[in-house]
């Protein structure tokens, strides 16, 4: 079964820094790795999708990178900003015997202090 | 405007009384899926569906049902609710599985659900 962690789990910095989330996962046959936000009692929106094959994928100010055999992701928050406060998930994407699905993070809880 | 709508968004219930909590997408997707979220558990796929009439059981499929008739639904069935099933769920869906797909998966608004 596929084991995701996500570390911190909470983090306050001061608005206007870079940070970096990180995400490691047991089994490192994923298809693709997504990065989703979460806001308090709201759903889950995409912010990047990093194909298998795929080193690195950018948004903006958002850059996620993948090193598949590692088992690891990281995403980095450029010139961070109130706005970007939210609970960030990492989901890769791997299934055993056809089943294809998404396995979550615990997730990391944001706080960019204005 | 392409989204995925849960309903209903709040419910409170009693242990043993039969619920069903709604999903529908308008984007004309093939795969749906159902999660719970609890506290420090993160988030739990139920049971996914590949596409009308396919479906199959996630991490917690115990105590729940679905059906995918039609394209856009699927319903999320609760026979027997009990006080364990209090949680946080999300319906979810791509154009393709996540194993195939470059898409990335749209989240409805969630619905909390509590059992007394």
């Known amino acids: 079964k596929q084991e995701v962690t996500q570390i911190p789990a909470a983090l306050s910095v001061p608005e206007g820094e870079n940070l970096v989330l990180n995400c490691s996962f047991t089994d490192s046959a994923i298809y693709n790795l997504q990065w989703f936000r979460q806001d308090p009692g709201k759903g889950l929106t995409s912010l990047l999708l990093?194909?298998?094959?795929?080193r690195e994928q950018t948004s903006g100010r958002l850059n996620a990178s993948l090193d598949k055999s590692s088992g690891r992701s990281t995403l980095y928050i450029a010139a961070s900003q109130p706005g970007d406060s939210a609970t960030y998930l990492c989901?890769?994407?791997?299934?055993?015997?056809?089943?294809?699905?998404?396995?979550f993070g615990t997730g990391t809880r944001l706080t960019v202090i204005p | 405007e392409a989204q995925v709508t849960q309903n209903p968004r709040y419910l409170i219930t009693v242990t043993g009384k039969k619920l069903t909590v709604t999903c529908s997408q308008n984007m004309n997707h093939e795969y749906m899926s159902w999660y719970r979220q609890d506290p420090g558990l993160g988030l739990r796929q139920i049971y996914y569906s590949m596409n009308v009439e396919v479906t199959d059981k996630g991490d917690v499929p115990e105590g729940y049902k679905v059906s995918r008739k039609e394209k856009r639904n699927f319903p999320l069935i609760l026979e027997s609710p009990s006080p364990n099933q209090t949680s946080l769920y999300f319906c979810?869906?791509?154009?393709?599985?996540?194993?195939?797909?470059?898409?990335?998966?749209?989240f409805g608004p969630g619905t909390r659900l509590t059992v007394l």
């Open positions: 979810a869906s791509s154009l393709f599985p996540p194993r195939t797909s470059t898409d990335t998966q749209y």
């Open positions: 989901a890769p994407g791997w299934g055993q015997t056809g089943a294809n699905n998404l396995f």
């Open positions: 990093i194909q298998s094959s795929q």
